[in-house]
């Protein structure tokens, strides 16, 4: 009963990023402009394109973030089918899915797939259980941080410390946004404070 309703909660929320993701997708022009004219207008062409960089930024980081799920997806699909675990497409792109909430989606959908396992024999659900482990802790601490040093321009060592800060401050949501606010935290300071220290 409690995983039916963890599953659940999962499924809503990453079903309402999803429906604010493309409200703010199809509202982006709109707000960029009322947020720019915020700024002072000897200012504004700055912070606009400062503005549209950290979008870039943002970008990216949803980029890595579908790369490394899509990872995930294949190679949970590959070894379900190496086991012989009835429907492991179906499973593999569960696993995609969930991989993009942080923190809980991965493991929960390690869990799905044990379970699934478990109807063919117990080795091959703790095969299951032992490779979700495995391949976690391989795109926590190896692919992820690579895949966003390329899309977002952050050092995997600032990727994975984000990610650990952000989701022991903010649980789920930190998570998820550690990253683009640690490139954002990177422009300003490349952009603003560095030139400005070099010629004070």
């Known amino acids: 009963m409690r995983a039916g309703r963890t599953v659940l909660s999962v499924v809503v929320s990453a079903a309402t990023v999803i429906v604010l993701t493309a409200y703010f997708l199809a509202n982006l022009p709109a707000i960029k402009g009322t947020l720019y004219r915020l700024a002072p207008r000897s200012r504004r062409a700055r912070v606009g394109l400062l503005g549209?960089?950290?979008?870039?930024?943002?970008?990216?980081?949803?980029?890595?973030?579908?790369?490394?799920?899509?990872?995930?997806?294949?190679?949970?699909?590959?070894?379900?089918?190496?086991?012989?675990?009835?429907?492991?497409?179906?499973?593999?792109?569960?696993?995609?899915?969930?991989?993009?909430?942080?923190?809980?989606?991965?493991?929960?959908?390690?869990?799905?797939?044990?379970?699934?396992?478990?109807?063919?024999?117990?080795?091959?659900?703790?095969?299951?259980?032992?490779?979700?482990?495995?391949?976690?802790?391989?795109?926590?601490?190896?692919l992820s941080p690579k895949v966003m040093r390329r899309t977002v321009e952050v050092a995997p060592v600032l990727t994975v410390l984000a990610v650990l800060l952000g989701g022991a401050l903010l649980g789920i949501l930190g998570a998820l946004i550690a990253v683009p606010v640690v490139?954002?935290?990177?422009?300003?300071?490349?952009e603003v404070l560095q030139p400005r220290l070099d010629t004070s």
């Open 52 to 142: 549209d960089e950290s979008l870039r930024l943002v970008g990216g980081y949803l980029l890595g973030n579908l790369i490394t799920s899509a990872v995930a997806g294949l190679a949970m699909t590959g070894f379900l089918l190496a086991i012989g675990v009835p429907d492991a497409v179906f499973l593999g792109l569960l696993v995609a899915l969930f991989d993009l909430i942080p923190m809980i989606g991965a493991p929960i959908a390690g869990v799905i797939c044990a379970l699934v396992a478990l109807s063919e024999s117990l080795p091959a659900a703790l095969a299951t259980v032992a490779f979700t482990i495995v391949f976690r802790l391989l795109e926590d601490y190896l």
């Open 183 to 190: 490139a954002t935290i990177d422009l300003i300071r490349k």
